[in-house]
């Protein structure tokens, strides 16, 4: 009964609205504001449900499409759909903002009514870029998802927050023009900037090539990955969790979905070409930075080194299916590796999320994110310390949570490319468990050894509902995984068969 | 009568405990003490007896074995990952050992934790419930612990693999306010991890070649690949099942700590107690055998890989005993004999030994977690003091710990009759007739630690019961037999330990018990031949008199006699006449230290070379910053345009997009 509403619409421009709302109340109605927040959040995510029952997970098809001519001059439109590939994406999204606008409720106090509405008119940007179907639309929302960010580390950033916004808008304006360039050059050689035509068009090697090269930098700016990360340590640092949220949960994926949507299917023989490049890249981000996330003394910075490393596993999981393809013959491998770093995606999305937000539930008693400001957590914030750990276990990839599965699927697939890529990608297990639980032994563990420490007040029952929440999704990720991969079964099966096929005129 | 295993039983014994745990752990507060240790132990008590019926049903009314999936997991084209049981004449043993022991385990538990508020800081919130926590991580424990045995595919074990060692993670650094204890658990479980990491790699070969996870059809298929050879470097051919065989073992090396990745067991002795017995020496640490002897169909097809177990065992069997020489810790010399003994598992396991491993493993399980638990009731008794020189003449204060002690001590050391020496004499006959490549060697590890074992045993046994009373006046006023929650479940432990031997090894080890469980072939005949010289227990036993072992025996029991009650002063100058064997022994051969500075400062280093040079000065100082350096030299020319505005920007921004594109179109 739902289905017949224009639920992707919704799902785009009800939290803009709403955001555009709340602006409206001024800066004096800061509770109406919040209420006013949770209230489109939560709508925003029940509308969002229905994308899941009403699914149709035995087709590859696009589906919930809405079209409606935007600029026709230029063969532009609006034009929305979602496959299996975007549909979880868009719910987590949902999920996760809800989890954020609560998250804010208290801690912030200045000017809560833009932050809640940056972060609304952000996830309907987001919303906007997992659903357009036309490619001029998603660079519209690809890009207006920046501003919001960028004024959330702006404005309710750390100390450093001027030379993190700028770090950040640099590298990924410098990635996105280059992918301008490409979509437009495909408008001219097909007349329609529907995305799917593009799936169809036949280009040389050398087009291909440029046109991979150009989405690469987009998007591995956006995952991020090796060596084009170093904004992402530098934003979360100075962020507010909020944003941090955001950033790891969803704005990475983002990056992780334009391969699949963009890169694989349009330029298959470039991406084919190349992928040596992105497996090198993916394989250095789980050793090189989970080195580096080893000697991190500031949380937040280890967890989104960690970030960066578990991206390595989405990209690996993606660029490997060639070698796969070749090895077998057949096409499983590299449906499980495509599925892997899909579930990875999903998965991370909730670790993370959950990660920094224990990380905000900290600072905002103690204000410092330093590991060694901490000692023996577990003593004053029994609570917490259950769930921090339950977290931290999911991060280092414990089988029965949900950040085991994705990293468990690409292994097993990378072994089907090349023992060697399964043997560094592996090594997570050890570099993984190392930096996390290093780190807990540090904070949560211990004896109390400092006044910070020894006065803290464990969760409330605000925090503790989103902990618990997300402890939830993790853990019947974990449990019970087929619901999501049949989802994308479809389309990702789809996606692999187009890939093995050339494109070249 | 039914003849088939009730899928809803099966649940039921897994289920049982993680239902008590969750209440346990999550209800704490509500369910208090007495709440969180009744629920747990019934539990576990449902467990034990179901597995009791399944053990029954399979073994006396010939029921078939059990083989079905629970429920899919994940399906990813083609290939099946699911969550099911395997439930054989294999799986029904170790579900009984373990659902037993740990029934033992929980009882006694009561007793050994009754006062654990001592152990925290009054202010600590975690220490305000952790009796019932601790209930909680040992049943959730007995959960993980069933699941890894009752798998009947790859994935289920990897989960019940890494969810033992979180648990054994959680209770190693359980008083977390000790340094040493939470430096002990991060240990654990990153030498685990290490072992894993060789797992998880076994577990991709074997789907790559097998395209399934499920052990059935693995088994089926697994005679046809015997031949296949894959190439890791190029040029050079390596048979897939000892490629598979060995990864999968170098799990094993560290879920049983065998060498080199033994280093997280003795220290994993910071934990409580019953859990040092439950996990640490009865069954988790056996783990890495059962999976072994589960997979003799893959390890049969491989005398390369038996020969790799057969080495590793022999030298961790061999060393690891010594080490229990110099210990004054009470529960490090039981550690370091877990160790020895794992050792002489892997050796079986090694001899294609599988059925002899298992054996042991069950007698072990017995006779160790009574070991664990009677050094458990010293320690009670001695207001936790755990050196043995600051014990001595035990024997009149507690005297069912003294006597349960000595027959948990005679069946280790394999006096003939009890329950350890029908498994150990098989082993040491096995390894004899094996001419797997380094049985020679492994043959001489397990007879010359027949000596060892004697003698460290004991040695503690006459240190802590025996000889003069070295405590001071406060505690041995206070000496008294430990309460019945801990002496019983010693009494229960100590009747198996002497018993089960005797009565289950020829039906067990020699008649045809397994069945089709453990594969046996004709290429490594070592226990069938074996079984051709076994003609009753009663011929075992009165054979091994004639034999070198039980006089090797002897020998030591009569020497730890000698030195630490007849001539206490012989110890002291063998120590420094050896000074520098009994160094080396103390530095535990080096294990630590290297790992400390290799592995630990090591990978540190490079962690701060890759950050500070790769990250900061590479990427970011000349890609980054000379980009941005490059923007600042060209936005001073056009600085009179920045207004300092944000809202100007993010303006400027989508004009500056419209222009472009209309630039584009326009052209």
């Given at each position: 009964?739902?289905?017949?509403l224009?639920?992707?619409?919704?799902?785009?421009?009800?939290?803009?609205?709403?955001?555009?709302?709340?602006l409206?109340?001024?800066?004096?109605?800061?509770?109406?504001?919040?209420?006013l927040?949770?209230?489109?959040?939560i709508?925003?995510?029940?509308?969002?449900?229905?994308?899941?029952?009403?699914?149709?997970?035995?087709?590859?098809?696009?589906?919930?499409?809405?079209k409606?001519a935007?600029?026709?001059?230029f063969?532009?439109?609006?034009?929305?759909?979602?496959?299996?590939?975007?549909?979880?994406?868009?719910?987590l999204?949902?999920?996760?903002?809800?989890?954020?606008?609560?998250?804010?409720?208290?801690v912030?106090?200045?000017?809560?009514?833009?932050?809640?509405?940056?972060?609304?008119i952000?996830?309907?940007?987001?919303?906007?870029?997992?659903?357009a179907?036309?490619?001029?639309?998603?660079?519209?929302?690809?890009?207006?998802m920046?501003?919001?960010?960028?004024?959330?580390?702006?404005i309710?950033?750390?100390?450093?927050r001027v030379?993190?916004?700028?770090?950040?808008?640099?590298?990924?304006?410098?990635?996105?023009?280059?992918?301008?360039?490409?979509?437009?050059y495909?408008?001219?050689q097909?007349?329609?900037?529907?995305i799917?035509?593009?799936?169809?068009l036949?280009?040389?090697l050398?087009?291909?090539?440029?046109?991979?090269?150009a989405?690469?930098?987009?998007?591995?700016?956006?995952?991020?990955m090796?060596p084009?990360?170093?904004?992402?340590?530098?934003?979360?640092?100075e962020?507010?969790?909020?944003?941090?949220?955001?950033?790891?949960?969803?704005?990475?994926?983002?990056?992780?979905?334009?391969?699949?949507?963009?890169?694989?299917?349009?330029?298959p023989?470039?991406?084919?070409?190349?992928?040596?490049?992105?497996?090198?890249?993916?394989l250095?981000a789980?050793v090189?930075?989970?080195f580096?996330?080893?000697?991190?003394?500031d949380?937040?910075k280890?967890?989104?080194?960690?970030s960066?490393?578990?991206?390595?596993?989405v990209?690996?999981?993606?660029?490997?299916?060639?070698?796969?393809?070749?090895?077998?013959?057949g096409?499983?491998?590299?449906?499980?590796?495509?599925?892997?770093?899909?579930?990875?995606?999903?998965?991370?999305?909730f670790?993370?999320?959950?990660?920094?937000?224990?990380?905000?539930?900290m600072?905002?008693?103690?204000?410092?994110?330093?590991?060694?400001a901490?000692?023996g957590?577990?003593?004053?914030?029994?609570?917490?310390?259950?769930?921090f750990?339950?977290?931290?276990?999911?991060?280092?990839?414990?089988?029965?949570?949900?950040?085991?599965?994705?990293?468990?699927m690409?292994?097993?697939a990378?072994?089907?490319?090349?023992?060697?890529?399964?043997?560094?990608?592996a090594?997570?297990?050890?570099?993984?468990?190392?930096?996390t639980?290093?780190?807990?032994?540090?904070?949560?563990?211990?004896?109390?050894?400092?006044?910070?420490?020894?006065?803290?007040?464990?969760?409330?029952?605000?925090?503790?509902l989103?902990?618990?929440l997300?402890?939830?999704?993790?853990?019947?990720?974990?449990?019970?995984?087929?619901?999501?991969t049949?989802?994308?079964?479809?389309?990702?099966?789809?996606?692999?068969?187009?890939?093995?096929?050339?494109?070249?005129? | 009568?039914d003849?088939?295993?009730?899928?809803?039983?099966?649940?039921?014994?897994v289920?049982?405990?993680l239902v008590?745990?969750?209440?346990a752990?999550l209800f704490?507060?509500?369910v208090?003490r007495?709440g969180?240790?009744w629920?747990?132990?019934?539990g576990?008590?449902?467990?034990?007896?179901?597995?009791?019926?399944?053990?029954?049903a399979?073994?006396f009314?010939?029921?078939?074995?059990?083989d079905?999936?629970?429920?899919t997991?994940?399906?990813?084209?083609?290939?099946k990952f699911?969550?099911?049981?395997?439930?054989?004449?294999?799986?029904?043993?170790m579900?009984?050992?373990?659902?037993?022991?740990?029934?033992?385990?929980?009882?006694?538990?009561?007793?050994?934790?009754?006062?654990?508020?001592?152990?925290?800081?009054?202010?600590?919130l975690?220490?305000?419930h952790?009796?019932?926590r601790?209930?909680?991580?040992?049943?959730?424990?007995?959960?993980?612990?069933?699941m890894?045995?009752?798998?009947?595919?790859?994935?289920?074990l990897?989960?019940?693999?890494?969810?033992?060692?979180v648990?054994?993670y959680?209770?190693?650094?359980?008083?977390?306010?000790?340094?040493?204890?939470?430096?002990?658990?991060?240990?654990?479980?990153?030498?685990?991890?290490?072992?894993?990491?060789?797992?998880?790699?076994?577990?991709a070969?074997?789907?790559?070649y097998?395209?399934?996870?499920?052990?059935?059809?693995?088994?089926?298929?697994?005679?046809?690949?015997?031949?296949?050879?894959?190439?890791?470097?190029?040029?050079?051919?390596?048979?897939?099942?000892?490629?598979?065989?060995?990864l999968?073992?170098?799990?094993?090396?560290?879920?049983?700590?065998?060498?080199?990745?033994?280093?997280?067991l003795?220290?994993?002795?910071e934990?409580?107690?019953?859990?040092?017995?439950?996990?640490?020496?009865?069954?988790?640490?056996?783990?890495?055998?059962?999976?072994?002897?589960?997979m003799s169909?893959?390890?049969?097809?491989?005398?390369?890989?038996?020969?790799?177990?057969?080495?590793?065992?022999?030298?961790?069997?061999?060393f690891?005993?010594?080490?229990?020489?110099?210990?004054?810790?009470?529960?490090?010399?039981?550690a370091?004999?877990?160790l020895?003994?794992?050792g002489?598992?892997?050796?079986?396991?090694?001899a294609?030994?599988?059925?002899?491993?298992?054996?042991?493993?069950?007698?072990?399980?017995?006779?160790k977690?009574?070991?664990?638990?009677?050094a458990?009731s010293?320690?009670?008794?001695?207001?936790?003091?755990?050196?043995m020189?600051?014990?001595?003449?035990?024997?009149?204060?507690?005297?069912?710990?003294?006597?349960?002690?000595?027959?948990?001590?005679?069946?280790?050391?394999?006096t003939?009759?009890?329950?350890?020496?029908?498994?150990?004499?098989?082993?040491?006959l096995?390894?004899?007739?094996?001419?797997?490549?380094?049985?020679?060697?492994?043959?001489?590890?397990?007879?010359?630690?027949?000596?060892?074992?004697?003698?460290?045993s004991f040695?503690?046994?006459?240190?802590?019961?025996?000889?003069?009373?070295?405590m001071?006046e406060?505690?041995?006023?206070?000496?008294?037999?430990t309460p019945?929650?801990?002496?019983v479940?010693?009494?229960?432990?100590?009747?198996?330990?002497?018993?089960?031997g005797?009565?289950?090894v020829?039906?067990?080890?020699?008649g045809?018990?397994?069945?089709?469980?453990i594969?046996?072939?004709?290429?490594?005949?070592?226990?069938?031949?074996v079984?051709?010289?076994?003609?009753g227990?009663?011929?075992?036993?009165t054979?091994?008199?004639?034999?070198?072992?039980?006089?090797?025996?002897?020998?030591?029991?009569g020497?730890?006699?000698?030195?630490?009650?007849?001539?206490?002063?012989i110890a002291?100058?063998a120590?420094?006449?050896?000074?520098?064997i009994?160094?080396?022994?103390?530095?535990?051969?080096?294990?630590?230290?290297?790992?400390?500075?290799v592995?630990g400062?090591?990978s540190?280093?490079?962690?701060?070379v890759?950050?500070?040079?790769?990250d900061?000065?590479?990427?970011?100082?000349t890609?980054?910053?000379?980009?941005?350096?490059?923007?600042?030299?060209?936005s001073?020319?056009?600085?009179h345009?920045?207004t300092?505005?944000?809202?100007?920007?993010?303006?400027?921004?989508?004009?500056?997009?419209?222009?472009?594109?209309?630039?584009?179109?326009?052209?």
């Amino acid at each position: 009964m739902f289905t017949d509403l224009p639920l992707l619409s919704l799902v785009i421009w009800l939290p803009i609205i709403g955001g555009f709302l709340i602006l409206a109340l001024g800066s004096n109605a800061d509770n109406a504001a919040r209420r006013l927040a949770l209230v489109v959040s939560i709508a925003t995510f029940l509308i969002s449900l229905p994308l899941w029952t009403g699914f149709d997970s035995s087709t590859a098809a696009m589906q919930f499409q809405e079209k409606a001519a935007w600029i026709p001059a230029f063969n532009i439109n609006y034009h929305l759909g979602v496959d299996g590939l975007s549909m979880p994406l868009i719910l987590l999204t949902t999920f996760t903002v809800v989890l954020v606008v609560i998250a804010g409720w208290e801690v912030i106090q200045n000017k809560p009514g833009q932050y809640m509405a940056a972060f609304l008119i952000m996830e309907g940007f987001m919303n906007g870029v997992f659903a357009a179907l036309d490619a001029m639309l998603f660079y519209v929302f690809w890009e207006g998802m920046l501003i919001p960010m960028f004024l959330i580390i702006g404005i309710w950033g750390g100390p450093n927050r001027v030379y993190a916004t700028i770090k950040f808008f640099l590298y990924t304006f410098l990635g996105s023009v280059f992918m301008l360039v490409a979509l437009i050059y495909m408008y001219w050689q097909s007349d329609s900037f529907a995305i799917l035509d593009f799936h169809t068009l036949k280009l040389s090697l050398n087009a291909q090539i440029l046109i991979f090269i150009a989405f690469l930098l987009a998007f591995a700016v956006k995952v991020p990955m090796w060596p084009v990360h170093t904004w992402l340590p530098d934003a979360h640092v100075e962020a507010p969790t909020g944003g941090s949220v955001i950033l790891a949960a969803i704005m990475l994926k983002i990056g992780g979905y334009g391969f699949l949507r963009f890169s694989l299917p349009i330029a298959p023989d470039g991406s084919k070409e190349l992928d040596w490049l992105i497996i090198g890249m993916s394989l250095i981000a789980v050793v090189y930075i989970g080195f580096v996330a080893l000697v991190q003394s500031d949380m937040k910075k280890l967890i989104a080194y960690s970030s960066i490393a578990h991206m390595g596993f989405v990209t690996l999981g993606f660029f490997i299916i060639f070698t796969i393809l070749e090895n077998t013959g057949g096409t499983s491998g590299a449906v499980l590796g495509i599925e892997g770093g899909m579930v990875q995606m999903i998965s991370h999305g909730f670790i993370s999320g959950a990660m920094f937000l224990g990380v905000g539930v900290m600072y905002d008693r103690v204000h410092s994110r330093e590991i060694g400001a901490y000692g023996g957590v577990v003593h004053t914030m029994p609570k917490f310390a259950g769930f921090f750990v339950l977290f931290a276990m999911a991060n280092a990839g414990l089988p029965g949570t949900s950040g085991f599965v994705g990293e468990f699927m690409v292994i097993l697939a990378a072994f089907k490319a090349n023992f060697w890529y399964a043997f560094l990608a592996a090594t997570t297990l050890i570099l993984g468990a190392a930096y996390t639980l290093w780190m807990v032994k540090r904070v949560i563990y211990g004896p109390v050894v400092n006044i910070n420490v020894a006065g803290l007040e464990d969760l409330n029952r605000r925090e503790f509902l989103i902990m618990a929440l997300l402890a939830i999704a993790v853990l019947a990720l974990g449990v019970y995984p087929a619901p999501l991969t049949q989802v994308m079964h479809a389309s990702v099966e789809n996606l692999v068969q187009h890939i093995s096929v050339s494109k070249l005129p | 009568m039914d003849m088939t295993l009730s899928e809803n039983v099966l649940l039921t014994i897994v289920l049982a405990p993680l239902v008590g745990s969750v209440i346990a752990g999550l209800f704490s507060k509500q369910v208090g003490r007495a709440g969180a240790h009744w629920v747990t132990i019934i539990g576990v008590a449902i467990s034990f007896i179901l597995s009791a019926s399944v053990f029954k049903a399979l073994v006396f009314d010939g029921a078939q074995k059990f083989d079905q999936t629970i429920y899919t997991w994940l399906v990813s084209e083609g290939v099946k990952f699911e969550v099911g049981f395997l439930v054989d004449k294999l799986t029904v043993l170790m579900m009984t050992v373990v659902t037993f022991v740990s029934l033992m385990v929980h009882i006694y538990t009561i007793g050994y934790m009754a006062d654990d508020e001592h152990n925290w800081d009054e202010k600590s919130l975690a220490g305000k419930h952790s009796y019932q926590r601790f209930f909680s991580y040992i049943s959730l424990f007995t959960f993980s612990m069933l699941m890894l045995v009752m798998s009947n595919n790859f994935m289920q074990l990897f989960f019940g693999w890494e969810a033992v060692g979180v648990v054994s993670y959680l209770l190693i650094g359980f008083w977390s306010t000790r340094e040493t204890a939470i430096y002990a658990n991060l240990k654990a479980f990153l030498v685990n991890r290490v072992g894993d990491f060789g797992f998880l790699l076994g577990i991709a070969a074997v789907l790559m070649y097998f395209d399934t996870l499920n052990y059935s059809e693995v088994f089926a298929k697994a005679p046809e690949l015997a031949n296949v050879t894959i190439q890791i470097f190029e040029g050079t051919d390596w048979a897939l099942m000892s490629v598979i065989g060995i990864l999968l073992f170098i799990g094993a090396m560290g879920k049983s700590a065998q060498m080199p990745l033994h280093v997280w067991l003795p220290d994993s002795m910071e934990g409580p107690t019953p859990i040092s017995a439950l996990i640490h020496a009865a069954t988790m640490v056996t783990a890495g055998i059962f999976m072994v002897a589960r997979m003799s169909p893959i390890y049969e097809l491989s005398t390369t890989a038996l020969s790799v177990i057969l080495v590793i065992g022999a030298m961790t069997a061999f060393f690891t005993g010594l080490l229990g020489l110099v210990q004054h810790d009470i529960k490090r010399v039981v550690a370091y004999s877990t160790l020895s003994q794992l050792g002489y598992m892997t050796v079986a396991l090694g001899a294609s030994a599988y059925s002899a491993a298992i054996f042991h493993l069950m007698t072990h399980a017995f006779f160790k977690a009574l070991l664990f638990l009677a050094a458990g009731s010293v320690i009670i008794a001695m207001h936790h003091e755990q050196d043995m020189r600051k014990m001595g003449g035990l024997k009149k204060y507690l005297p069912i710990t003294y006597w349960t002690s000595l027959l948990g001590s005679l069946a280790l050391i394999g006096t003939p009759g009890f329950s350890g020496f029908f498994s150990k004499d098989s082993i040491i006959l096995a390894v004899g007739q094996s001419t797997i490549p380094g049985s020679s060697l492994a043959y001489f590890a397990v007879t010359a630690g027949v000596f060892i074992t004697a003698l460290y045993s004991f040695r503690m046994f006459f240190l802590v019961f025996h000889g003069q009373e070295r405590m001071d006046e406060h505690t041995k006023h206070h000496l008294h037999e430990t309460p019945w929650v801990v002496t019983v479940p010693l009494m229960l432990l100590a009747i198996p330990s002497v018993l089960i031997g005797y009565f289950t090894v020829g039906p067990v080890l020699f008649g045809d018990y397994f069945g089709d469980a453990i594969l046996f072939t004709d290429a490594h005949p070592a226990m069938a031949m074996v079984g051709e010289s076994f003609h009753g227990a009663l011929g075992m036993i009165t054979h091994s008199f004639f034999t070198l072992p039980f006089w090797l025996a002897v020998a030591g029991v009569g020497t730890a006699w000698f030195i630490y009650m007849k001539r206490p002063d012989i110890a002291d100058k063998a120590q420094s006449m050896f000074a520098p064997i009994h160094r080396m022994l103390e530095n535990k051969y080096g294990f630590d230290d290297f790992n400390q500075m290799v592995f630990g400062d090591r990978s540190r280093g490079i962690g701060e070379v890759l950050w500070k040079v790769g990250d900061q000065k590479l990427i970011d100082g000349t890609l980054v910053n000379g980009s941005a350096r490059l923007v600042g030299w060209f936005s001073s020319v056009v600085r009179h345009m920045q207004t300092g505005y944000l809202y100007h920007y993010a303006f400027a921004m989508i004009i500056g997009l419209l222009v472009l594109l209309t630039w584009i179109v326009v052209r």
